[in-house]
């Protein structure tokens, strides 16, 4: 049983195993907004999620009166890999008893420990093994934690995972992200940082990348990640990708504001190898009330992912042997206790 003591480790990372399958189902819908989530179009099919749930300080809208309701929203949506914003420790520790078939992977953005929110990324444990994780900042100095060099409101990071697929031994990147709200100006570089370092991780990696972004489409931060030129890494709006006619007023923020006018600032993009087969922002209300300032937002992906160079035979674990060398590898490194623990060492 995991101990509230353990958050207090510099990276949270907690698996938990489990012998849940993926069932074919019917097709997915293809609608703009969701008020009747459709189910994954095939076993094969990856639906990602990304949903800004609103820190758990603001006390105009207790944590504790929106907890089960993000919980039955991203539960709804049944996400493989989903990216949240805005969490604070105690929040992804509801998140993790109530999700606890994920891994979930993050560092606190003030201090790089358990200070400020964490852009949280889970995975679905059953389905994917982690290859490597790290959180940057945005900022001219992406490796000290807590580093804000641009003029940021708050201090700004990104989570990273190469993760591999334990059916075809494939793998890809996902990044999740909070662009800031005042700065344009820390926008803009934050969007070409995460540009340029993403295709650092493996050349001709997949990529997926969750956030909220704070801009429109068409924005400069928006041209940056969707339309750079001359860059290693392409991505595209899945959103727009499957909805090219969605009005621009469409949002994926109300602002618990009833008739609210707002903009597509929360985005999943991905690059060329995965095609958009649905994608839909999720205006449920949950109990009467929605459970965040923000609407979640998903998409489900096909595509085929970089193959790891040649297959090697399993372990007692069914894992490939060269993951299994990499988590021995990655335990004698000097790693935060916590990322080690998913290898074996350090306590739980």
């Given at each position: 049983?995991?101990?509230?003591?353990?958050l207090?480790?510099?990276?949270?990372?907690?698996?938990?195993?489990?012998?849940?399958?993926?069932?074919?189902?019917?097709?997915?819908?293809?609608?703009?907004?969701?008020?009747?989530?459709?189910?994954?179009?095939?076993?094969?099919?990856?639906r990602?999620?990304?949903?800004?749930?609103?820190?758990?300080?603001?006390?105009?809208?207790?944590?504790?009166?929106?907890?089960?309701?993000?919980?039955?929203?991203?539960?709804?949506?049944d996400?493989?890999?989903?990216g949240?914003?805005?969490a604070?420790?105690?929040?992804?520790?509801?998140?993790?008893?109530?999700f606890?078939?994920?891994?979930?992977?993050g560092?606190?953005?003030d201090?790089?420990?358990?200070?400020g929110?964490f852009?949280?990324?889970?995975?679905?444990t059953?389905r994917?093994?982690?290859?490597?994780?790290?959180?940057?900042?945005?900022?001219?100095?992406?490796e000290?934690?807590?580093?804000?060099?641009?003029?940021?409101?708050?201090?700004?990071?990104?989570?990273?995972?190469i993760?591999?697929?334990?059916?075809n031994e494939?793998?890809?990147?996902?990044?999740?992200?909070?662009?800031?709200?005042?700065?344009?100006?820390?926008?803009?570089?934050?969007?070409?940082?995460?540009?340029?370092?993403?295709?650092?991780?493996?050349?001709?990696?997949?990529?997926?990348?969750?956030?909220?972004?704070?801009?429109?489409?068409?924005?400069?931060p928006?041209?940056?990640?969707?339309?750079?030129?001359?860059?290693?890494?392409?991505?595209?709006?899945?959103?727009?990708?499957?909805h090219?006619s969605a009005?621009?007023?469409?949002?994926s923020?109300?602002?618990?504001?009833?008739?609210?006018?707002?903009t597509?600032?929360?985005w999943?993009?991905?690059?060329?190898?995965?095609?958009?087969?649905?994608?839909g922002?999720n205006?449920?209300?949950?109990?009467?009330?929605?459970?965040?300032?923000?609407?979640a937002?998903?998409?489900?992906?096909?595509?085929?992912?970089?193959?790891?160079?040649?297959?090697?035979?399993?372990d007692?674990?069914?894992?490939p042997?060269?993951?299994?060398?990499?988590?021995?590898?990655?335990?004698?490194?000097?790693?935060?206790?916590?990322?080690?623990?998913?290898?074996?060492?350090?306590?739980?």
């Open positions: 049983m995991r101990s509230r003591a353990s207090s480790l510099v990276v949270l990372l907690v698996a938990v195993w489990s012998a849940c399958q993926h069932a074919p189902t019917k097709p997915a819908r293809r609608v703009a907004i969701e008020r009747h989530m459709p189910a994954l179009a095939t076993s094969t099919t990856l990602v999620a990304s949903f800004n749930i609103l820190q758990a300080g603001n006390k105009a809208y207790p944590w504790e009166e929106r907890r089960d309701s993000v919980a039955a929203c991203l539960r709804d949506m996400p493989d890999i989903f949240v914003q805005e604070l420790i105690g929040q992804l520790d509801d998140l993790m008893d109530a606890p078939d994920y891994t979930c992977i560092r606190g953005r201090d790089g420990g358990t200070r929110e852009m949280g990324l889970f995975y679905r059953n994917f093994v982690l290859k490597q994780a790290e959180v940057f900042w945005l900022s001219d100095t992406p000290i934690p807590g580093s804000n060099t641009w003029g940021a409101a708050c201090v700004r990071c990104a989570t990273v995972a993760l591999i697929d334990r059916d494939t793998s890809l990147g996902v990044c999740n992200t909070h662009l800031d709200h005042i700065s344009a100006a820390a926008r803009e570089k934050g969007a070409a940082l995460i540009r340029k370092r993403l295709p650092t991780y493996g050349k001709g990696l997949p990529w997926i990348v969750t956030g909220d972004f704070n801009s429109p489409p068409g924005s400069v928006y041209v940056a990640l969707v339309e750079p030129e001359g860059s290693e890494l392409r991505l595209a709006d899945t959103f727009a990708a499957v090219p009005p621009p007023a469409t949002s923020l109300h602002g618990y504001v009833e008739k609210f006018k707002g597509r600032i929360d999943i993009l991905a690059s060329p190898e995965f095609k958009p087969l649905a994608a922002i205006q449920f209300k949950y109990r009467g009330r929605y459970p965040s300032d923000h609407f937002v998903w998409a489900d992906l096909k595509g085929k992912a970089a193959p790891i160079k040649r297959r090697k035979p399993r007692r674990a069914g894992l042997t060269e993951t299994v060398d990499e988590r021995q590898a990655q335990a004698s490194n000097p790693l935060p206790i916590s990322l080690r623990r998913l290898f074996g060492g350090g306590p739980r």
